[in-house]
Each structure stands twice: as C-alpha cells, then as structure tokens.
Nanobody
Framework: QVQLVESGGGLVQAGGSLRLSCAASGRTFSIYALGWFRQAPGNEREFVAAITWSGGSTYYTDSVKGRFTISRDNPKNTVYLEMNSLKPEDTAVYYC?????????????????WGQGTQVTVSS
C-alpha cells in the first residue's frame, strides 16, 4: 500500500501561482507514476498531470499545458505541481494518486492509492 499526503492548496487571485506537494510513503517501489487529478463541485474527478517515477516522462491535460508543471524529487518521494497563471476554472480539490504500472497514466481507473485532497480556490 502507498500512502499519499498532499499540501500547498489555498486561496489565490486569478493570475497567481501555487505549488502543490504530494509526499509518498509505504510501498513506494511499486509506484510507476504519480498523477494529479482535480474535482470541482458537481463535476467528475478529472486528470490534470502525471509523471513517471523512474524516467520522469510528463503528461498534461490540454487546459493546463503551458501553465502547470509537474516534477518529482525521488530521494524525498515527493511530487510537485507548480501552477501558474491560475484561472477561476482551476478551482477544485486537487488529489494526488499513485499508478501501479498498468494502463494509461491519463485514466483514473489505473490509479489505486489516493491522497485526501487539497483545496485550490482561484478568485476572479
């Protein structure tokens, strides 16, 4: 089992920046990739970004490309999501999740361990 703890959410004005962190513990050797998902009220949880643990390949949903950057610090077992030029539509609870190695890293069904989430609110 992998345990994930997110931090770094908060309230920011449109155009501002935030950095989210996700610290992994437990069976971290089983992680193929870590991803960020978000869920706004009344919406389904959606893919935001992912990074493979060993090779560092990155993946983004189109709406955040050029604004968000995902990175990892393997010795610290931590993944970051740097969010710039934030928009009100980025407002959501952001979740970190671990991918076990099978299937697309964009598919929520392939992520088995989840953090508790951190709220990001962007005011206009």
């Amino acid at each position: 089992q992998v345990q994930l703890v997110e931090s770094g959410g908060g309230l920011v004005q449109a155009g501002g920046s935030l950095r989210l962190s996700c610290a992994a513990s437990g069976r971290t050797f089983s992680i193929y990739a870590l991803g960020w998902f978000r869920q706004a009220p009344g919406n389904e949880r959606e893919f935001v970004a992912a990074i493979t643990w060993s090779g560092g390949s990155t993946y983004y949903t189109d709406s955040v490309k050029g604004r968000f950057t995902i990175s990892r610090d393997n010795p610290k077992n931590t993944v970051y999501l740097e969010m710039n030029s934030l928009k009100p539509e980025d407002t959501a609870v952001y979740y970190c999740a671990a991918h076990g190695g099978y299937g697309s890293v964009r598919d929520i069904a392939n992520f088995g361990s989840w953090g508790q989430g951190t709220q990001v609110t962007v005011s206009s």
